[in-house]
């Protein structure tokens, strides 16, 4: 049964674990995709408050673009400007209380072409615009990957041009963060971008990249050393940051979003330690956030659960380690007001 919904969801409930401890969920979205065959095609406040409402001290989250309610009309690299317009109001709704003490998309990072160069500094300014007091950065995602099994967003080699890097010191230059993801046979390629713009704050999502799927599948013993070798190198940029999460997206290959019931969060926790522990141990929780990113891996687990399990998983880690996974890195990183 893939990506059963929330009534599939509904199936596995359990009690909330530790619930004052403070959450900043540091990824999710909101989009209203109504013609795309996917899975949870509208995800707006009223979707996110019911998933985030549920227990766990979620006090404020990010929202990262999504492809979302561009504008329709006018100059293509200013089209991401209208998500930003769009989410603005979103969180705007979120701050009137109204929909519960959760600050909802409190950040609003969007997107922007870096491959402009230096040409993007006006679309950078006209987010601004659309977001005085939320907007902080931008999400370029710069995957590629041979395999036509991976969905390749970029062209290959991307990150060592001139005009993305170009592109990338003007954002340094208005101090605005970059969010991005590479496959992850690219970190050699993100080590050297992140070492070349040492000025720009980089916050790498989804563990690094990680692909268990296509011509990865079933070669543990060579993708795994690999990519923990690539990930302790990008660990030595000082200027990354790293987002513990993403794998409930089916190319993590562990398959959770076919159980005919999901998955509870001891097992959950467990089936991630090993991921989640390398990364932590190489960039320090002042460097790791825990992320949702919802509603992409909704497909495999609910909310609490996902939190639930991040806590059993963490429960040994010092008090202030714990609170900088769980909420003080995400909102030093993303300049939320506490």
Known sequence: MPYGGNDWLALTREDIL???????????????????????????????????????????TVFIEARAMYRADGPNEMKPVGEVEFVQGLAAASASGLYGKCRAAATIIG?????????????????????????????????WDRDPHVESREVEGVLATAAFRAGAKALARMNLTLDTICCWPQLP???????????????MNHLGGLNRTGRFAGKDDEVMPAWRAGMAELATCPNVLLKLGGH?????????HLRDKPVGSEELSAQIAPL???????????????????????????????????????????????????HDTAVKAYRIAI
Not at 125 to 139: D, I
């Open 276 to 326: 989640m522990s390398s990364c932590i141990e190489q960039f320090g929780p002042a460097r790791c956030m825990f992320e949702s990113n919802f509603p992409v891996d909704k497909v495999s687990f609910s909310h609490p659960v996902l939190y639930n399990a991040f806590k059993r998983f963490s429960k040994d880690y010092a008090v202030a380690e714990r609170a900088a996974l769980f």
């Open 111 to 143: 997107h922007a072409d870096l491959k402009l160069g230096d040409r993007v500094a006006p679309v950078l300014e006209a987010l601004q615009a659309a977001s005085p007091n939320r907007f902080k950065g931008v999400r370029h995602i710069v995957t």
């Open 189 to 203: 390629e993100m080590v050297a971008f992140a070492r070349a713009v040492p000025e720009l704050t980089i916050i």
């Open 248 to 256: 409930g997206m089916p190319r993590f290959g562990f398959d959770w």
């Open 18 to 60: 530790e619930p004052d401890l403070p959450i900043c969920d540091p990824h999710h979205h909101f989009w209203d995709f109504r013609t795309a065959r996917i899975p949870y095609q509208r995800y707006l406040l009223p979707e996110l408050i019911a998933d985030i409402d549920q227990g766990h001290n979620v006090r404020s």
